[in-house]
């Protein structure tokens, strides 16, 4: 059984940093790939990053640049690093993974708020 525990967020005004991270409970976490979503109010939820078991990274257009996300496979840990942050990052940023073998199920965390206001 995985559980994602997400931590890190706050408010934190335009032009500042803030680093996320999630703490994977399991075995096997270097296997799995990451991901980190957000959702903002009215909006749907949307992908931010993701990385792989290999450590290749995708991230989405409204980030490049800004945002980077990571792993540590020996703390079981996966982290996103915020820089450079716009109001329009505020959201709920959730941590996901899917299952390695059937029936692939996915996992979520609980979300952590991020609030980027002056």
């Known amino acids: 059984q995985v559980q994602l525990v997400e931590s890190g967020g706050g408010l934190v005004q335009p032009g500042g940093s803030l680093r996320l991270s999630c703490a994977f409970s399991?075995?096997?976490?270097?296997?799995?790939?990451m991901g980190w979503y957000r959702q903002a109010p009215g909006k749907q939820r949307e992908l931010v990053a993701t990385?792989?078991?290999?450590?290749?990274?995708i991230n989405a257009d409204a980030v490049k640049g800004r945002f980077t996300i990571s792993r540590d496979n020996a703390k079981n840990t996966v982290y996103l690093q915020m820089n450079s942050l716009k109001p329009e990052d505020t959201a709920v940023y959730y941590c996901?993974?899917?299952?390695?073998?059937?029936?692939?199920?996915?996992?979520w965390g609980q979300g952590t708020q991020v609030t980027v206001s002056s």
């Open positions: 996901k993974t899917r299952g390695t073998t059937y029936p692939y199920l996915n996992y």
């Open positions: 990385i792989n078991s290999g450590g290749s990274t």
């Open positions: 399991g075995s096997m976490f270097s296997l799995y790939t």
